[in-house]
């Protein structure tokens, strides 16, 4: 288990350590606007980042269940504990966001295990923001912002074009990372979906131009606990969708790697967020998009929560 006494981002005044408590499901756009202004941000820092030329942008796309907020409530939570990946917290503008997701993620209400609430496809596009600093880099920070969307978008997407343009947000995302299920991949009635699925998002979105040889894709097979416990009849089938999806897009992609991770190990055999540190620095630290030149924009989405408001306001030049 991660070190629960590593307290080494809590020693820096100007981070803001992931504790605070709020669960309000009334907080407004204001209060965590308010809730971010009352930490050491400097006004410099909170420029640059609203300006939207620093953080990286990471789509996390996957079926219901595969794991997608579960994998952003563990990389918070490891953060809670202090150095994860080479990196430290120093921040972010979505406490309650992340807040509000990993509530259903503990062990809280006398859960005997946890559980990930679904993602609400009416809340759709949200992100939630992370700024890290390098270990033993000083103050230099760095900013990524995650969606947390619905699984129900993705499996529309392979489905209708219309509904794979309604996910505008991958044309201007530095990573976009499939989930595969884990559960599904170990269950050998539901495998074969899974693996259609897989291909066919990736396959749907280089269709329409949303993926294209400048983009960085990267596959994640969660619940590796699942996987393992599963034997290797089914880390065969793993490999088997792997030589698949390389031979058939690699060269449409401009990178594509393959990770195994087990956010949530359910036996709590595995550590929080297991695997996610072979693939979170290259998030925090690469682009395929240059910097420096206008980003490619994005069609402004209906406005359904505070995300959606967050997202246009900190970033609007993203936006059509
Ligand atoms: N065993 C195991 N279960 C996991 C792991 N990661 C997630 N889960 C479980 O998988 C279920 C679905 O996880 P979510 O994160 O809610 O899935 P999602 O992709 O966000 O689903 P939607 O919001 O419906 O799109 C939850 O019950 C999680 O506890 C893991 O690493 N191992
Ligand atoms: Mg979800």
Request: proline share 3%; with cysteine; aromatic share 8%.
């Amino acid at each position: 288990m991660p070190n629960e006494t590593d307290s080494t981002f809590s020693d820096d005044s100007s981070a803001t350590a992931p504790q605070a408590t709020v669960t309000t499901d009334t907080a407004t756009l204001e209060d965590f606007i308010e809730l971010h202004r009352g930490e050491s941000l400097l006004t410099k820092e909170a420029t640059e980042f609203a300006s939207g030329l620093q953080a990286n942008r990471v789509v996390i796309g996957g079926r219901s269940d595969s794991g997608k907020t579960t994998l952003i409530a563990s990389i918070y939570e490891r953060f809670n504990h202090g150095t994860f990946a080479g990196y430290l917290f120093a921040g972010s503008d979505t406490l309650i966001g992340f807040e509000r997701i990993c509530h259903h993620s503990r062990l809280v209400s006398n859960r005997l295990e946890p559980k990930t609430e679904r993602t609400a496809r009416a809340v759709s596009h949200r992100f939630l923001h992370l700024r890290v600093c390098k270990e033993n880099k000083g103050h230099t920070h760095r900013d990524l912002l995650l969606s947390d969307v619905s699984g129900e978008e993705f499996q529309a997407a392979i489905n209708s074009e219309e509904d794979a343009r309604a996910l505008s947000l991958i044309r201007f995302a530095d990573h976009f990372v499939v989930l595969s299920d884990g559960a599904r991949l170990a269950d050998v009635s539901r495998r074969q979906e899974e693996r259609r699925f897989v291909k066919l998002l990736i396959l749907s979105l280089i269709q329409i131009e949303y993926l294209d040889k400048s983009s960085f894709v990267d596959i994640l097979f969660t619940k590796d606990d699942v996987i393992e416990r599963t034997g290797d009849a089914c880390k065969d089938f793993i490999k088997m969708i792997e030589g698949e999806i390389r031979d058939s897009f690699e060269k449409l992609l401009g990178r594509l790697r393959f990770f195994s991770i087990a956010a949530r190990d359910e036996k709590y055999k595995r550590d929080i967020a297991d695997g996610v540190d072979g693939v979170l620095p290259s998030w925090i630290e690469d682009s395929p998009l240059d910097k420096n030149q206008p980003s490619r924009k994005l069609k402004m989405p209906p406005i359904t929560g505070e995300f959606d408001k967050y997202f246009q306001r900190i970033l609007p030049q993203a936006f059509e």
